[in-house]
């Protein structure tokens, strides 16, 4: 679907094409490709986003230091098909045992992810048989492993650089953060880092926002990604307890808690990213005070977005008003051409294009709005 989408403005995905060399200049980055046949590329691009995993061939050309720890215990793989699981085939499923845990993860019907703990010994690749093994010691019971389409095993980094930009490159996902795979957080965080990044440097490349505007996503997405290695990390430890008392008191807490609908819906917005904020944000500006609608730094989900394929602008959620066309006219490239309807008609939401609310005022105060953005315009100029 992405790769599909990226067609439809013009682009397309290169595969067996590798960067193997850049130099960062004043104007932009010379990159090196090579080839599957060996021939080599010289491309003059004005950004250089490393996507490219935990062992980033950019991070390390860069010198940045991937400081962390790897967690002193190894893990098993398998996706296969499997028959007996005893909940919902949508849905995934967990079996503590004193040995460890077994997780199951559905994939499609019948299919799933295995993913089971083998403490503090060495890494070695799994066969059916010993996760068919793991998983009538550790489950229910009645459960069948079959037609195995991939086995494997690996172990946990929770790792995080210290500088997300390096003049005109950039670092995202994986290859800016790793993290244990526990609660299934790690393909969201990639994607929201694309999502806070590219709007930016869309509207820098417009001319529509000042050169620093972009310096603000290291700053918004590390304090995100701190966040999450400290959760998927506590989640990671609880699930591999090794106290029987302390297994004991865990399984109960679980247990009852999840049975709460808030714990539910707490826990899914906050693994899903949906809970997310940016509330110290140097882009944030007014106050949410006195009105019901979200503050600065949170997301605003739009009764009305912009036109799918257009160029990212910010809206402005606000009553048709004077006012509010007065801060459309104020900055016509940078804002889409209509508002929005507000979550409160007593105030004015100034929303960026990754869904997140820049700027909060009342009505009569639209000059907060209108300061906003001038900063994002004329910083660091």
Known sequence: MLEDHLGTSGGAVERGTELTDFVDGPDGVSCTLTHAGGGKERVEAAWLIGCDGAHSFVRRRLGQVFAGDTLPMGFVIADAHVAGLPVPPDEPAIFWHPDGAVMFFPISRDHHRIIAD??????????????QRI????GPGGITLSDPAWLSDFGVNERIVRHYRTGHVFLAGDA?????????????????????LAWKLAVV????AAPSLPDSYGIERSGVARRILSDSGHMTRIVLLENHLAQRARNLVVQQGFRIPAIRRAVAGRLSGIRIGYPDSQLNAGSAGGLHGPAPGQRLVLRQGRAAGGPPR?????????????IIAHHPSLLAATACPPPDENGIWLVRPDGYVAAVARNGNGSVITAALDRMTSQGS
């Open 118 to 131: 083998l403490g503090p010994v060495p890494l070695h690749m799994p066969d059916l048989g010993e996760m």
């Open 205 to 208: 490349m417009r001319g529509e």
């Open 314 to 326: 910010l809206v402005l959620a606000a009553r048709d008003s004077a006012e509010a066309r007065a």
């Open 135 to 138: 998983v009538d010691r550790r």
């Open 176 to 196: 800016a953060h790793v993290h244990s795979p526990a609660g299934g957080q790690g393909m969201n965080t990639g994607m929201q880092d694309a999502f806070n």
